[in-house]
């Protein structure tokens, strides 16, 4: 598992940088520098768990669900962004970065979805780990 939290990591992490390029090119680039910042930080969030996994006492199966959940919070908060970017959705959970951009419903509510499951997931990983420690 040490060794998939560094590899989802930096594979995040690689993500994010490409991510800072495409800033302009999107239909907001304020949401875009959010998707480059999150990938960038949740990244290093991946990396500094794996350092911590050999300090983390869980039964198998709780372990499992920390990567499962900490690895789809981490890989849905850039991709969330990322189309709230290009799509100038995310007025409703991320109204300073979405600023006057508005998309259609069905972009809007799959950005929300996104970014509620995400809130919620990374929680109870973190929950689990800090338990685990």
Known sequence: MQTLLFT???VLFL????????????????MALSSHLEAVLNGMF???LGLLWPHIDLPGAWK???VV??????YANWLATLLAAAWGAGRKLA???????????AKEGFVN????????????GVVIVIVGL
């Open 8 to 10: 989802l990591g930096l």
């Open 15 to 30: 993500l994010g940088l490409l991510t800072g390029f495409a800033v302009p090119a999107l239909t907001n680039p304020r």
């Open 46 to 48: 991946l990396v500094l």
């Open 64 to 66: 499992v669900a920390v």
């Open 69 to 74: 959940l900490v690895v789809y919070a981490a």
């Open 95 to 105: 109204p300073i970065a979405a600023g006057g951009h508005e998309a259609s419903a």
């Open 113 to 124: 979805f996104l970014l509620l499951s995400l809130a919620a997931s990374i929680v109870v």
